[in-house]
């Protein structure tokens, strides 16, 4: 996960939905099936602001979440506001949508 950059790992919040997403694959279930592809690797498009952590897409049209890390700013993770990427939506592409990930 090198593009963590000073992050060592992803919040222990992520954690809970990869042990989640495990046991409902189990049932045949993915977190997919509520638009909520969950990545520990991602090439951000270019659209991605420098300072987003990316950890989620929807599947389809680009559309993805990361942690918004003001560069850095953010102690934790844990913390940071959540921000969705619409790379077509031309008006507003970035939108602050959570205050956290919890």
Request: aromatic content about 12%.
């Amino acid at each position: 996960m090198s593009y963590l950059g000073k992050y060592l790992k992803m919040p222990p919040t992520f954690e809970m939905l990869q042990n989640l997403e495990e046991v409902i694959e189990k049932e045949g279930y993915s977190l997919g099936d509520l638009s909520l592809c969950l990545q520990v690797d991602f090439s951000p498009y270019e659209m991605t602001p420098y300072d987003v952590i990316p950890f989620a897409n929807i599947g389809c049209g680009g559309i993805h979440y990361g942690f918004l890390t003001d560069f850095g700013m953010v102690s934790n993770l844990e913390n940071a506001f959540i921000v969705c990427i619409s790379p077509m939506d031309f008006d507003t592409p970035i939108k602050i949508v959570a205050r956290n990930i919890r």
